[in-house]
């Protein structure tokens, strides 16, 4: 029996996967994925990393 409500999450395809702002690999289902988020003129913004050293690499860039 299939429960649509437990899904959420578990179906993350490379079409709709995030990308990397660092090295521009997907990131599906990573468990070290991470998220920045700041807000820019009102706006909340969001970028994808698939690791810390992805994130450490693009704050020092
Ligand atoms: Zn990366």
Redesign the pocket.
Same mark, same amino acid.
């Given at each position: 029996m299939v429960d649509p409500t437990s899904s959420l999450g578990d179906d993350v395809d490379e079409e709709n996967a995030p990308e990397?702002?660092? +090295?521009?690999?997907k990131?599906v289902q990573s468990p070290t994925h991470r998220v920045v988020t700041w807000v820019e003129d009102g706006t909340v913004q969001h970028r994808h990393? +698939?690791?810390d050293?992805?994130r450490e690499?693009y704050d020092a860039s």
């Open positions: 990397c702002a660092t +090295c521009g690999e990131i990393f +698939c690791s050293d992805c690499s």
